[in-house]
């Protein structure tokens, strides 16, 4: 397999006066060329801001699960679909925020 994206974003700052956190989308995706396949892992956390470490980051009820996408695509239009899954994720990640923070 072959790497095709590794990316992390901040989506949102969640200020916090005695604790400010970021919550932050990642994804890495593999292209399987065997199969002609993108393998794509999706995930969503909250950490600290001034701790970046995985052990400051935690993932509340509230967001999406992780997630593992397989889509069939050629070779040369992994790397786009990757992105547009990724920026999808994003969006995704954001609304759950945003319902969460109407909810409460």
Known sequence: MR???SISEIVQDLDRETEPRELCAAAEA??????SQLVMNL????????????D?????AWLPKPQ????????????ELARDI?????RKV???STAHTQAG
């Open 3 to 5: 790497k095709v994206l």
């Open 30 to 35: 593999d292209y399987d060329e065997a199969h």
């Open 43 to 54: 995930d969503a956390f909250v950490r600290q801001v001034h701790h970046a470490s995985a």
């Open 56 to 60: 400051e980051c935690t993932r509340p």
């Open 68 to 79: 593992t996408l397989h889509e069939g695509v050629a070779d040369d239009e992994a790397s």
């Open 86 to 90: 990724f920026h999808r994720w994003t």
């Open 94 to 96: 954001r609304e759950a």
